[in-house]
């Protein structure tokens, strides 16, 4: 077993969790079991109550964790399922240590970072491990900041660690002066001596940069980080972010690692052909498909960063080119919707939290349901597709969700108590905003016959969860009446999951976020069928 730890130097958004999960994909295409987990530096327990526009989206696990969203990078790069165990912030590892000690488990001693902090690091590193290859450990934020230094001290610990081989990559940012004409490695070699502060020497150095790197430029930052030459690896921009892969391929980023690891990477040639042919696929679409997505994070595209990639991965198994008309959603009104919806071929409504711009999210779906434009609710959108046809053909004029009225007719309200593996989970209106949703994977019943039965062609099926709220059961038949199917329900019959019109060329809500379970060489089947529907 290796371990291989991935730092970030000079800025921050320099694309470590892509890189990470190309590197990933690089080693699973040459058949080792591989595994990548992240360590971030902020002190929340988990970034389930962080903002998105702060920290981008919150990406849930199948065991029902919320993740970093880089975690849905490693998911679509390496087509396997993330696990809770697979990311942990110095907020959680804080609260480990102040947990044990609160219990007495450190026999009166007094807590310092050193050991305690970095051992309970060490533990997560060392711990849930499954006879993997290679374990790829992303460190979140800049070498540097005051809060990663724990990190950096536990990766030098282990790495002295004598069952563990490791290498350590550290990326940085090559920036390019125009008036000196030149690309300056300056900051690379003052980040690399912060590394060395903390006692660490790189193995490779993975340089991002907007132009090609010269071999000057090369041999400069070989000298001064000392490391070799070709372990100074070019991260250049690539057209497609399913491009990377490949590219870091073209400038042996893998073959590097292996050798570093005492591998021969020619006993494990690269098969990059799957990866190879959707880069063809993505470099010939033919069509053009515009997408509304009305929502509140409509700044940061982060915030929203699995439903871009799943609505791109639709696209490009319909050869099309996914427009995304990101739509703020408090800027609309009953009488500019059809402007603000101009040229859109379907409407997206997204998963969201509280009462800000849900007037525009429902003047937006009474639009697309009224002119039989393609709408598709994601969990807050299906909610207020709910609540919208609730209004305005049930003609129930208070129809609401309880978390934005607590007066009102709940057609949306909180489900106090429900099951997982067996045990009641209970949440009312006073409990603790995190961890106190439905979280992670949870099975659906599809009516046959139905629109979303066609979709996916199966009886029963699983998708993550993220919610507080649920549609109430009580109105189900009420909505039948008038075409409007639950035609997807939990498996024990109570909480509905899919919505679907029968009066309506495609109008599907989900309870549920398909979208963090699509990836680029499995495209998810609604996804396809609504961008399908769109270019019609
Ligand atoms: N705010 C809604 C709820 O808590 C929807 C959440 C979401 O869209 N992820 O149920």
Request: charge should be positive; hydrophobic fraction near 35%; glycine fraction near 6%.
């Amino acid at each position: 077993m290796h371990f291989v730890f991935i730092t970030g130097g000079v800025a921050s958004s320099l694309g470590k969790g892509i890189a990470s999960a190309s590197l990933a994909t690089l080693l699973k295409s040459r058949k080792f079991k591989v595994r990548i987990r992240k360590l971030d530096p902020y002190l929340n327990v988990d970034p389930g109550t962080m903002s998105p526009y702060q920290h981008g989206e919150v990406y849930v696990t199948d065991d029902g964790a919320e993740t970093d969203l880089d975690l849905g990078h490693y998911e679509r790069f390496t087509n396997q399922s993330a696990k809770k165990s697979d990311s942990i912030s110095s907020g959680k590892i804080y609260s480990n240590v102040l947990n044990k000690e609160r219990k007495g488990e450190y026999l009166g001693a007094t807590i310092q970072v050193i050991p305690h902090v970095t051992n309970e690091i060490k533990n997560f590193m060392n711990s849930d491990l499954n006879n993997e290859d290679i374990i790829i450990y992303e460190i979140g934020g800049t070498v540097g900041d005051i809060e990663s230094l724990p990190f950096l001290e536990a990766i030098r610990q282990i790495r002295n660690d004598k069952n563990i081989s490791s290498a350590l990559i550290h990326m940085t940012y090559i920036p390019y002066l125009s008036s000196a004409g030149e690309l300056k490695t300056k900051p690379t070699q003052h980040s690399v001596k912060e590394l060395l502060n903390a006692g660490i020497q790189p193995d490779i150095i993975m340089c991002r940069s907007e132009r090609a790197i010269d071999k000057d430029s090369i041999s400069k930052i070989s000298l001064f980080c000392n490391v070799k030459k070709d372990s100074v690896i070019p991260a250049l921009n690539a057209k497609s972010i399913y491009e990377v892969p490949s590219l870091y391929s073209k400038y042996k980023l893998d073959e590097t690692l292996l050798k570093h690891l005492n591998y021969n990477p020619r006993k494990y040639p690269l098969n990059l052909k799957p990866w190879n042919k959707l880069i063809l696929k993505i470099n010939s679409l033919k069509k053009v498909v515009n997408i509304g997505v009305v929502g509140k994070y409509t700044n940061l595209k982060d915030s929203y960063k699995s439903l871009n990639e799943a609505l791109i991965h639709g696209g490009i198994e319909n050869s099309s080119k996914v427009e995304i008309k990101w739509i703020n959603a408090e800027k609309i009104n009953k009488k500019n919707v059809k402007d603000k919806l101009y040229n859109c071929d379907g409407v997206l409504v997204p998963g969201g939290f509280g009462v800000r711009g849900i007037g525009g999210k429902i003047e937006a779906i009474r639009y697309a349901r009224k002119n039989n434009l393609p709408y598709f609710g994601i969990c807050l959108g299906m909610q207020l597709a709910v609540i919208e046809i609730a209004r305005n053909v049930l003609r129930i004029k208070n129809a609401n969700s309880s978390e934005f009225n607590s007066k009102s007719k709940s057609v949306v309200g909180l489900m106090t108590e429900w099951v997982k593996n067996n045990t009641i989970i209970k949440r009312n209106i006073n409990s603790d905003k995190g961890g106190t949703m439905r979280l992670g994977s949870y099975k659906a019943k599809l009516k046959k016959n139905s629109k979303v039965f066609s979709i996916y062609k199966k009886n029963i099926i699983s998708e993550r969860h993220r919610h507080r709220y649920e549609v109430n059961e009580k109105f189900i038949s009420k909505f039948n009446k008038k075409g409007y199917i639950f035609s997807g329900m939990s498996p024990d019959g109570i909480l509905p999951e899919v919505l679907e019109s029968n009066n309506h060329p495609w109008f599907i809500g989900v309870q549920f976020h398909p979208e963090l379970k699509s990836r680029p060489l499995t495209p998810h089947p609604l996804f396809v069928s609504f961008i399908k529907s769109c270019l019609k």
